[in-house]
């Protein structure tokens, strides 16, 4: 495999450069790396303590000491803005790639074996993907309480699902194709065919299916802090700071708008990078929707 | 043909049953039980006893998925965890209120997105695709409790022209939360829109692409006919699949619209239950949402297996 | 004599917006022209712009293309100027088209009644009512059995053989003046491919229409065209009459495609063309063939030749066409090697069937009664350093049974023991190491065979590594070997399968089939994805590749020339049943199977003077009789119920040569000439 590794590398140089050639992949991934910096940094440029309340000064519109106003207990908006993703990008930073880790290789292992065990457990799949939505999450947390420990975990196990399924139709395309045959009539151990033939065709596939799984994870954990099953307060996040300033809205629509538009701009930015993507290595035709 | 439906009725009804046991085990391996709900901090020694004596619980898990899945069969939930409460009463309005939603979503966003994507496709990489599919990012990639949000903040807010906050009870005349009914179909019709319509677009550009329509504009037939005749019924044929997941989706997974608005469904029945830690509504609601999940589903896989003749005539072939 | 021009295409070129910007061509200064009751054949390899060509003829280009200059006349002007409504009259009216691939070219969700009453709507002047008339008389003009039944089918309802035919129906329904024809045959079979040849030719004869066919295949071309025009890299490079051109080509590159031919008569193996053709849109300076060119000089070059006077009545873009002639013919290829006749077996496969029907739950419930197997009693051997070639039409079960050799699908009855007599087990999963390493497969296509994602190096690893556990030097060593065994170097080791040509790729696949030292190799129609003269140069491998080892072969392909140029003994299959097996000269001499015989007549040979015979129908059946002889549905001379119902016995003329017919060998040849 060593000698794969420089013409890995090039032609991961090669796809960087082709996306950012792109519009779409120019903006996409400047906001992306603009979010990622703004989190690394955030806890040394912000103004004001994010938990500093002042009572004197509640909701109050933007002005020279606060750029973004404040919110209902007085806390600077701006502060909280610059904040309130970095818990989310943790979590939902370790627990993508765990998903897609999880759920292509057992996806990729099912398409190559088939047979009994790969009904069955399709089965399984599908009848995980049949329960409503952010359920299993939300029973989670109510029972072992809402910190990263648990939301972490729960989000890679129940993200890697879906990715079962498309890890697996990935890797059917490539193994009814007369290189899995050679390699089968060969003799290889199954691990072998996977990952020296397999994986490296279905990389691609499984790459973009990880951006648009990270921008899912994304909205889901900001829902699940919306509805006051996430991050607990009184830590900044951009889903509980929205569910917080929407009973003022006419007061402040400040303290919506700020959030929402740092949430925005971080999921329009992993999208247009992930559409980018795929439009470079050619997988942007046939997407498929929700799930 | 027909084993071939009758193959994935079998599969649908496994996958039904499957949930069920995972939803059962699911709750039982959770820490707690109806009765330490119920009685909170009084939940140990003789209280404890009596109420899960009372509520069957000492009885072993098998006999009690026995019944809680025969009573499903026949349509009755069970109590809820207070025991006050029929299920199957308290979620039939929720039900009704959902199927509302995803109705009124439903006849606005399907013809909407098979139109615009359809567009999208024919005149791929000119304005008016350009100008559809950015909208269609935006609208996938906003949360929509952010979408919501915003729309109660123009509609409600500044133009005051609904209500901002109401309380419906879930058994109101469905006329009685109309404006909620709107602003939340409004962007569940979003949503759609956004991911039918780029599945369209996709499958429309395959198809104008493809030897037949070559062929026949090769044979002089006319370009709106070569369109309607020839490429979108086999264009729209995958479409059936994405339509089935979004319904399917509209049914179980509009937890967060449902909140944001206050609308009486299941969805806000679901988040209020499992802050109250009423497990058997929990139970009920899940297996609600997904036997429509697999139930959907099927039929989208019926129906293209009956609206595609390649399929159809494949399976009277091997036979 | 046959007035103005119907189609007069002058100076045409063609091109695409490169990655720079700059305009590429793909089509260099066209001229042609084709008047009624002409026929004309355009040939070329991949690449070589004469679909792109044809499709221009109807003012259609593919997306990315732009008409750079020059003009296509059609009924007084140019079409590319015409207007929309316009172009829709002439399309499918007074110009029609024959797609390649009639499978993909049929929309699939409309019934074939609904496609052609289309066309008739569109382009006939009758009154709708007698459509559906005139619809049925159409089906039955393109000798297609139970119109009215074809008219509610779907497309993928019918065999690729039908679909052609009501494609080529539906060209007729605009009663055009001119048809142009897309490799029309191409992925045919064999005698499929003469039938609709024979019915083009009648119905172009019939209606004296104007014909165009577009082909890589000069023996479609020989048969039907009374003209050629040769291109090469986008060019024109030779036109004339097709008798002269095929007897007396007056290009070097039209010389060079004759050789690459294998031809049935030929006792030696066709000639390479060395080198490749150049790429679509390339920019060049000189002749486009001057790279391959044996008599190219430095003006050949520099200067692009101008369109001359060469031999006969033939135009050549050439400078020396007079040396051309000096050249010498097809022919003079390598000698075939020969395997040992009477080595010892190195592979025995003993009453061998494959079933890919599983019965369902249901069917075995209600005991349907199972169909008859796709493979069945394939009983034969395999001699080392021997190479055994398997002939037959699609459906034939030639790949089955090589993959059942190679173990990636298990016989359902039937034993397959290696030379020293172990038996194999059903699949690869239960073969001991060492019987996997002496089997190995080259696959059909390179292109799906080779992993796009590993370089040549890597691919060659993969046996070294797991069967002689080389690392480091050694692995390098040895793979720059197998890389010179099929005449490759060393530079290629840091390639990957698309940087590739279609021929290097199938080295590579044949060396990485050599790296495991095998005694077996099965070839699955290695050739058949390859233009021809790339196809000889791989034949060549091949045939210096047998004495090598005395590594046996199994080729399998659907070109009985390709397998008698390389084959020591020939098994004929038909429905995945053996008809005929036996040495080269015998299976290809009389007597012979009468499915052989239907093969044998139907071959097109690049010979003005070649007519084939055609002795049965090409209707293909589904699924093989259950009983009686399996070709007893299509034999021309099946002698009555007795073929019906009793499984022909095996009758021996000799040396190995077995025919499996209830006709006694010796009234053979006389039944099937009479």
Same mark, same amino acid.
């Given at each position: 495999?060593?000698?794969?590794?420089?013409?890995?590398?090039?032609?991961?140089?090669?796809?960087?450069?082709?996306?950012?050639?792109?519009?779409?992949?120019?903006?996409?991934?400047?906001?992306?790396?603009?979010?990622?910096?703004?989190?690394?940094?955030?806890?040394?440029?912000?103004?004001?303590?994010?938990?500093?309340?002042?009572?004197?000064?509640?909701?109050?519109?933007?002005?020279?000491?606060?750029?973004?106003?404040?919110?209902?207990?007085?806390?600077?908006?701006?502060?909280?803005?610059?904040?309130?993703?970095?818990?989310?990008?943790?979590v939902t930073g370790i627990a993508t790639p765990v998903a897609m880790l999880w759920g292509g290789l057992l996806g990729v292992?099912?398409?190559?074996?088939?047979?009994?065990?790969?009904?069955?457990?399709?089965?399984?799949v599908?009848?995980f993907l049949?329960?409503?939505?952010i359920?299993p999450l939300?029973?989670?947390?109510?029972?072992?309480?809402?910190?990263?420990?648990?939301l972490m975990p729960t989000l890679a196990f129940f993200f890697g699902i879906p990715v079962i399924r498309v890890a697996r139709?990935?890797?059917?395309?490539?193994?009814?194709?007369?290189?899995?045959?050679?390699?089968?009539?060969?003799?290889?151990?199954?691990?072998?065919?996977?990952?020296?033939?397999?994986?490296?065709?279905?990389?691609?596939?499984l790459l973009v299916e990880g951006a648009m799984r990270w921008s899912w994870m994304l909205l889901g954990f900001?829902?699940?802090?919306?509805?006051?099953?996430?991050?607990?307060?009184?830590?900044?996040?951009?889903?509980?700071?929205?569910?917080?300033?929407?009973?003022?809205?006419?007061?402040?629509?400040?303290?919506?708008?700020?959030?929402?538009?740092?949430?925005?701009?971080?999921?329009?930015?992993i999208?247009?990078?992930?559409?980018?993507?795929?439009?470079?290595?050619?997988?942007?035709?046939?997407?498929?929707?929700?799930v | 043909?027909?084993?071939?439906?009758?193959?994935?009725?079998?599969?649908?009804?496994?996958?039904?049953?499957?949930?069920?046991?995972?939803?059962?085990?699911?709750?039982?391996?959770?820490?707690?039980?109806?009765?330490? *709900?119920? =009685?909170? $901090? !009084?939940?140990?020694?003789?209280? +404890?006893?009596?109420?899960? @004596?009372?509520?069957?619980?000492?009885? /072993?898990?098998?006999?009690?998925?026995?019944?809680?899945?025969?009573?499903?069969?026949?349509?009755?939930?069970?109590?809820?965890?207070?025991?006050?409460?029929?299920?199957?009463?308290?979620?039939?309005?929720?039900?009704?209120?959902?199927?509302?939603?995803?109705?009124?979503?439903?006849?606005?966003?399907?013809?909407?997105?098979?139109?615009?994507?359809?567009? *999208?496709? =024919?005149? $791929? !990489?000119?304005?008016?695709?350009? +100008?559809?599919?950015?909208? @269609?990012?935006?609208?996938?990639?906003? /949360?929509?409790?952010?979408?919501?949000?915003?729309?109660?903040?123009?509609?409600?807010?500044?133009?005051?022209?609904?209500?901002?906050?109401?309380?419906?009870?879930?058994?109101?005349?469905?006329?009685?939360?109309?404006?909620?009914?709107?602003?939340?179909?409004?962007?569940?019709?979003?949503?759609?829109?956004?991911?039918?319509?780029?599945?369209?677009?996709?499958?429309?550009?395959?198809?104008?692409?493809?030897?037949?329509?070559?062929?026949?504009?090769?044979?002089?037939?006319?370009?709106?006919?070569?369109?309607?005749?020839?490429?979108?019924?086999?264009?729209?044929?995958?479409?059936?699949?994405?339509?089935?997941?979004?319904?399917?989706?509209?049914?179980?997974?509009?937890?967060?619209?449902?909140?944001?608005?206050?609308?009486?469904?299941?969805?806000?029945?679901?988040?209020?239950?499992?802050?109250?830690?009423?497990?058997?509504?929990?139970?009920?609601?899940?297996?609600?949402?997904?036997?429509?999940?697999?139930?959907?589903?099927?039929?989208?896989?019926?129906?293209?297996?009956?609206?595609?003749?390649?399929?159809?005539?494949?399976?009277?072939?091997?036979? | 004599?046959?007035?103005?021009?119907?189609?007069?295409?002058?100076?045409?070129?063609?091109?695409?917006?490169?990655?720079?910007?700059?305009?590429?061509?793909?089509?260099?200064?066209?001229?042609?022209?084709?008047?009624?009751?002409?026929?004309?054949?355009?040939?070329?390899?991949?690449?070589?712009?004469?679909?792109?060509?044809?499709?221009?003829?109807?003012?259609?280009?593919?997306?990315?293309?732009?008409?750079?200059?020059?003009?296509?006349?059609?009924?007084?002007?140019?079409?590319?100027?015409?207007?929309?409504?316009?172009?829709?009259?002439?399309?499918?009216?007074?110009?029609?088209?024959?797609?390649?691939?009639?499978?993909?070219?049929?929309?699939?969700?409309?019934?074939?009644?609904?496609?052609?009453?289309?066309?008739?709507?569109?382009?006939?002047?009758?009154?709708?009512?007698?459509?559906?008339?005139?619809?049925?008389?159409?089906?039955?003009?393109?000798?297609?059995?139970?119109?009215?039944?074809?008219?509610?089918?779907?497309?993928?309802?019918?065999?690729?053989?039908?679909?052609?035919?009501?494609?080529?129906?539906?060209?007729?329904?605009?009663?055009?003046?001119?048809?142009?024809?897309?490799?029309?045959?191409?992925?045919?079979?064999?005698?499929?491919?003469?039938?609709?040849?024979?019915?083009?030719?009648?119905?172009?004869?019939?209606?004296?229409?104007?014909?165009?066919?577009?082909?890589?295949?000069?023996?479609?071309?020989?048969?039907?065209?009374?003209?050629?025009?040769?291109?090469?890299?986008?060019?024109?490079?030779?036109?004339?009459?097709?008798?002269?051109?095929?007897?007396?080509?007056?290009?070097?590159?039209?010389?060079?495609?004759?050789?690459?031919?294998?031809?049935?008569?030929?006792?030696?193996?066709?000639?390479?063309?060395?080198?490749?053709?150049?790429?679509?849109?390339?920019?060049?300076?000189?002749?486009?063939?001057?790279?391959?060119?044996?008599?190219?000089?430095?003006?050949?070059?520099?200067?692009?030749?101008?369109?001359?006077?060469?031999?006969?009545?033939?135009?050549?873009?050439?400078?020396?066409?007079?040396?051309?002639?000096?050249?010498?013919?097809?022919?003079?290829?390598?000698?075939?090697?020969?395997?040992?006749?009477?080595?010892?077996?190195?592979?025995?496969?003993?009453?061998?069937?494959?079933?890919?029907?599983?019965?369902?739950?249901?069917?075995?419930?209600?005991?349907?009664?199972?169909?008859?197997?796709?493979?069945?009693?394939?009983?034969?051997?395999?001699?080392?350093?021997?190479?055994?070639?398997?002939?037959?039409?699609?459906?034939?079960?030639?790949?089955?049974?090589?993959?059942?050799?190679?173990?990636?699908?298990?016989?359902?009855?039937?034993?397959?023991?290696?030379?020293?007599?172990?038996?194999?087990?059903?699949?690869?999963?239960?073969?001991?190491?060492?019987?996997?390493?002496?089997?190995?497969?080259?696959?059909?296509?390179?292109?799906?065979?080779?992993?796009?994602?590993?370089?040549?190096?890597?691919?060659?690893?993969?046996?070294?590594?797991?069967?002689?556990?080389?690392?480091?030097?050694?692995?390098?060593?040895?793979?720059?070997?197998?890389?010179?065994?099929?005449?490759?170097?060393?530079?290629?080791?840091?390639?990957?399968?698309?940087?590739?040509?279609?021929?290097?790729?199938?080295?590579?696949?044949?060396?990485?089939?050599?790296?495991?030292?095998?005694?077996?190799?099965?070839?699955?129609?290695?050739?058949?994805?390859?233009?021809?003269?790339?196809?000889?140069?791989?034949?060549?491998?091949?045939?210096?590749?047998?004495?090598?080892?005395?590594?046996?072969?199994?080729?399998?392909?659907?070109?009985?020339?390709?397998?008698?140029?390389?084959?020591?003994?020939?098994?004929?299959?038909?429905?995945?049943?053996?008809?005929?097996?036996?040495?080269?000269?015998?299976?290809?001499?009389?007597?012979?199977?009468?499915?052989?015989?239907?093969?044998?007549?139907?071959?097109?040979?690049?010979?003005?003077?070649?007519?084939?015979?055609?002795?049965?129908?090409?209707?293909?059946?589904?699924?093989?009789?259950?009983?009686?002889?399996?070709?007893?549905?299509?034999?021309?001379?099946?002698?009555?119920?007795?073929?019906?119902?009793?499984?022909?016995?095996?009758?021996?003329?000799?040396?190995?040569?077995?025919?499996?017919?209830?006709?006694?060998?010796?009234?053979?040849?006389?039944?099937?000439?009479?």
């Amino acid at each position: 495999m060593s000698a794969a590794t420089p013409g890995l590398s090039v032609r991961a140089a090669n796809v960087l450069r082709d996306v950012l050639a792109r519009p779409s992949g120019a903006v996409g991934l400047t906001l992306v790396a603009l979010h990622l910096v703004i989190a690394l940094v955030s806890p040394w440029i912000v103004p004001f303590d994010y938990k500093a309340m002042n009572a004197a000064m509640t909701l109050a519109g933007p002005s020279d000491l606060h750029w973004l106003g404040t919110d209902h207990l007085g806390r600077d908006v701006l502060s909280r803005v610059l904040l309130g993703g970095r818990e989310a990008l943790v979590v939902t930073g370790i627990a993508t790639p765990v998903a897609m880790l999880w759920g292509g290789l057992l996806g990729v292992f099912l398409g190559l074996r088939g047979g009994w065990t790969d009904e069955i457990l399709m089965r399984l799949v599908d009848a995980f993907l049949a329960l409503p939505g952010i359920l299993p999450l939300l029973v989670l947390i109510t029972v072992f309480g809402s910190g990263g420990a648990v939301l972490m975990p729960t989000l890679a196990f129940f993200f890697g699902i879906p990715v079962i399924r498309v890890a697996r139709a990935a890797a059917h395309e490539v193994v009814a194709r007369d290189f899995i045959s050679a390699a089968r009539a060969r003799g290889h151990r199954p691990f072998d065919i996977v990952r020296r033939e397999i994986m490296p065709n279905v990389t691609d596939t499984l790459l973009v299916e990880g951006a648009m799984r990270w921008s899912w994870m994304l909205l889901g954990f900001s829902a699940l802090s919306f509805l006051g099953f996430g991050v607990a307060p009184p830590r900044p996040d951009w889903g509980l700071m929205v569910s917080d300033a929407r009973v003022y809205m006419s007061l402040a629509p400040w303290g919506v708008i700020a959030p929402v538009i740092a949430l925005s701009t971080l999921i329009i930015g992993i999208n247009l990078t992930a559409d980018a993507l795929a439009k470079t290595l050619g997988l942007d035709q046939g997407r498929k929707a929700v799930v | 043909m027909l084993a071939l439906i009758f193959r994935r009725l079998a599969l649908g009804l496994i996958t039904v049953w499957l949930v069920s046991a995972i939803i059962f085990l699911g709750v039982e391996a959770l820490p707690g039980d109806a009765c330490t *709900a119920i =009685l909170e $901090r !009084d939940a140990h020694g003789e209280a +404890l006893e009596k109420c899960r @004596a009372a509520m069957g619980l000492n009885t /072993p898990a098998l006999p009690r998925y026995i019944a809680w899945a025969t009573g499903i069969l026949q349509g009755d939930f069970g109590l809820t965890a207070s025991g006050q409460e029929h299920i199957s009463e308290l979620v039939g309005y929720r039900v009704r209120n959902s199927l509302l939603l995803a109705a009124g979503a439903l006849s606005v966003g399907i013809p909407l997105s098979i139109l615009l994507g359809t567009m *999208a496709g =024919l005149w $791929r !990489d000119r304005w008016i695709d350009i +100008l559809f599919s950015t909208g @269609a990012i935006l609208a996938m990639t906003i /949360p929509e409790f952010v979408s919501a949000t915003v729309l109660i903040l123009i509609f409600a807010i500044w133009l005051g022209w609904v209500p901002a906050i109401v309380l419906t009870p879930a058994d109101a005349r469905p006329l009685e939360f109309f404006p909620e009914f709107i602003l939340a179909s409004t962007v569940l019709t979003l949503l759609m829109i956004a991911h039918i319509m780029r599945m369209v677009r996709s499958s429309v550009i395959d198809v104008m692409a493809s030897d037949y329509v070559q062929m026949a504009t090769l044979k002089g037939v006319p370009y709106w006919r070569i369109v309607f005749r020839h490429a979108l019924p086999n264009a729209l044929l995958p479409a059936i699949n994405v339509i089935a997941l979004t319904v399917a989706w509209l049914m179980g997974g509009v937890v967060v619209v449902e909140v944001v608005f206050n609308y009486p469904g299941l969805g806000r029945l679901l988040v209020d239950a499992i802050s109250g830690r009423d497990l058997p509504v929990v139970q009920a609601i899940t297996m609600i949402v997904a036997a429509t999940y697999v139930g959907v589903n099927l039929v989208a896989d019926i129906l293209s297996l009956l609206l595609n003749p390649r399929l159809r005539s494949h399976q009277m072939r091997s036979r | 004599m046959a007035g103005p021009p119907l189609i007069d295409i002058r100076k045409l070129c063609i091109g695409f917006r490169g990655r720079a910007g700059t305009m590429l061509p793909v089509l260099h200064e066209i001229d042609l022209t084709v008047c009624r009751g002409q026929s004309l054949g355009l040939v070329g390899e991949s690449g070589s712009g004469k679909s792109t060509l044809a499709l221009a003829a109807m003012g259609y280009l593919k997306h990315g293309l732009q008409k750079l200059s020059g003009e296509v006349i059609h009924d007084g002007a140019d079409i590319f100027a015409r207007s929309a409504s316009e172009l829709e009259k002439i399309r499918g009216g007074r110009l029609g088209l024959i797609p390649q691939n009639s499978g993909q070219a049929l929309t699939p969700t409309l019934r074939i009644g609904q496609q052609i009453h289309e066309a008739l709507h569109l382009h006939c002047a009758l009154p709708e009512g007698e459509h559906e008339a005139r619809a049925i008389d159409l089906l039955a003009q393109v000798r297609l059995p139970d119109p009215q039944a074809i008219l509610r089918r779907y497309p993928h309802e019918l065999s690729g053989g039908q679909q052609q035919r009501v494609a080529i129906a539906m060209a007729l329904a605009g009663e055009p003046d001119a048809l142009l024809l897309d490799e029309p045959t191409t992925g045919l079979d064999v005698t499929t491919q003469a039938h609709i040849l024979e019915l083009l030719r009648d119905l172009a004869a019939a209606r004296n229409m104007a014909t165009v066919y577009v082909s890589h295949d000069l023996g479609v071309i020989a048969r039907v065209c009374d003209r050629v025009q040769v291109l090469y890299g986008g060019e024109t490079m030779l036109t004339g009459p097709t008798a002269e051109v095929l007897r007396d080509p007056a290009h070097p590159y039209a010389r060079g495609l004759l050789a690459s031919i294998p031809r049935l008569s030929d006792r030696t193996l066709p000639r390479a063309l060395e080198g490749r053709p150049p790429p679509p849109g390339q920019r060049r300076r000189g002749c486009a063939f001057a790279a391959r060119c044996g008599l190219a000089t430095e003006t050949c070059h520099a200067e692009r030749p101008p369109m001359i006077a060469g031999a006969g009545a033939q135009n050549t873009r050439c400078f020396y066409p007079d040396r051309v002639a000096g050249m010498d013919a097809g022919g003079g290829g390598a000698v075939p090697g020969h395997g040992a006749s009477d080595g010892p077996a190195a592979l025995r496969l003993a009453d061998v069937a494959v079933r890919y029907d599983r019965p369902g739950l249901l069917a075995r419930l209600r005991r349907v009664p199972r169909n008859p197997a796709t493979v069945e009693g394939i009983s034969l051997h395999l001699r080392r350093g021997e190479t055994l070639g398997m002939v037959g039409e699609s459906g034939s079960g030639k790949s089955t049974i090589l993959k059942t050799i190679a173990g990636l699908m298990s016989p359902a009855e039937g034993r397959i023991a290696l030379g020293d007599g172990s038996l194999l087990n059903a699949t690869v999963e239960q073969r001991r190491p060492d019987q996997l390493r002496r089997i190995q497969m080259v696959f059909q296509n390179p292109d799906d065979s080779l992993n796009p994602r590993q370089t040549v190096a890597e691919i060659l690893s993969q046996p070294l590594r797991l069967y002689f556990g080389l690392r480091g030097k050694a692995l390098q060593g040895r793979s720059v070997e197998l890389l010179e065994t099929v005449r490759l170097g060393a530079h290629y080791l840091d390639r990957r399968p698309g940087q590739l040509s279609g021929g290097e790729k199938q080295r590579v696949a044949v060396a990485r089939a050599f790296a495991a030292g095998p005694e077996i190799v099965l070839c699955d129609e290695i050739t058949s994805a390859l233009d021809v003269s790339v196809q000889a140069a791989v034949l060549e491998l091949l045939n210096d590749l047998k004495g090598l080892h005395g590594t046996a072969f199994i080729f399998v392909s659907h070109d009985l020339t390709i397998v008698r140029a390389l084959s020591d003994r020939v098994a004929v299959l038909y429905q995945g049943r053996l008809c005929e097996i036996g040495p080269t000269a015998a299976v290809y001499g009389a007597p012979s199977h009468p499915y052989t015989e239907v093969l044998l007549n139907a071959v097109l040979e690049p010979d003005p003077e070649h007519t084939p015979r055609l002795l049965t129908e090409d209707a293909a059946d589904l699924s093989p009789p259950a009983r009686g002889c399996p070709f007893q549905r299509r034999c021309p001379v099946k002698c009555g119920r007795i073929c019906e119902v009793d499984a022909p016995p095996w009758q021996e003329t000799g040396d190995g040569h077995a025919i499996r017919c209830h006709i006694p060998l010796a009234d053979l040849p006389r039944r099937i000439a009479g």
